[in-house]
Structures are given as C-alpha cells and as structure tokens.
C-alpha cells in the first residue's frame, strides 16, 4: 500500500481545525478545496508501510509537521473564505 502521510496528517489536522477555530463553509466541496491548496505547499510523504504501522507513522511524524501543516491550511481556509465556488 502506497500512502502519502502528509496527507492523512493534512486532513486529520483540518478536522480538527475546522471543529476548533473554522468559521466559513464545511461542506466537502470547500474542505477539498482547503485541502488541495495546502497539500499543494507541503511536501508529500510517500510510505509503502502496512495500514496499522502507517498510523503509527502518522503520529510521530504529525508532531514534527503540525506547525507547518496547520500554517498551510490556515492559508487555505482564508483563500476558500474569501474565494468560496457556491
Ligand atoms: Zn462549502
């Protein structure tokens, strides 16, 4: 199995932001638009690990990357704000 970890760390930390401080549109078109303009800045991070150790993966490599990841997507979440396609 072939994952990029950046993008499962991307969407677990959108949910989270979403819940916390997000006040525009939650509708899935708007999150894959949040999404495809923050995966686009970040470096993807391909894994050919198994599903359980990926999690595992996923959590250490979360900590290293979350000020990044959620700098990007609160660059996202402003340009869909503003931006929003319906
Ligand atoms: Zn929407």
């Known amino acids: 199995m072939l994952c990029n ?8 930390t959108l949910n989270d932001l979403m819940t916390e401080s997000y006040i525009g ?10 999404l495809a303009i923050a995966l686009n800045r970040l470096p993807p991070q391909y894994s050919s ?15 290293q990357w979350r000020v990044d990841v ?5 660059y996202a ?6 931006t929003r396609r319906h």
Do not use: N, W
Not at 77 to 82: A, F, Q, S
């Open 49 to 63: 690990t198994p599903t359980g150790e990926l999690y595992v993966k996923a959590r250490l490599f979360a900590s």
């Open 77 to 82: 979440m402003g340009i869909v704000t503003k």
């Open 25 to 34: 549109c939650t509708c899935e078109l708007c999150q894959h638009d949040i």
């Open 5 to 12: 970890v950046m993008e499962e760390i991307t969407r677990e």
């Open 70 to 74: 959620v700098r990007e997507l609160t």
